[in-house]
């Protein structure tokens, strides 16, 4: 799921903890300039989802891309993401 204007993309993206998963099989990309919302139920994985964007936790399965580039070996700080919790 690349597409040449994308910003952010999520390709089959799977986390699990043990014998819990968090999130399976996502797939979404943002284009540059494009307004995202993320929503869902408590416990859906939306929270997972972000942390896997902004480095804070490594995908199981799938791939998270910024601006083309795989984030696999990139460390939080060196992501250009920002990331505010509720509280």
């Known amino acids: 799921m690349t597409t040449g204007d ?4 999520l390709d ?12 399976d ?6 284009r540059k300039g494009e307004f ?4 869902g139920p408590s416990g ?5 989802t972000l942390r896997m ?9 799938g791939e998270v891309r910024i601006d083309g580039r795989s ?3 990139v460390p939080p700080e060196a992501r250009d993401t920002n990331l505010v919790f509720q509280q």
């Open 6 to 9: 994308s910003l952010v993309e």
């Open 12 to 23: 089959e993206v799977t986390k699990r903890f043990g014998d819990l998963t968090a999130v």
């Open 25 to 30: 099989g996502i797939d979404f990309s943002v």
């Open 36 to 39: 995202f919302t993320l929503v």
């Open 44 to 48: 859906c994985g939306k929270t997972t």
């Open 53 to 61: 964007i902004c480095g804070f936790e490594h995908p199981t399965e």
């Open 71 to 73: 984030m696999g070996s």
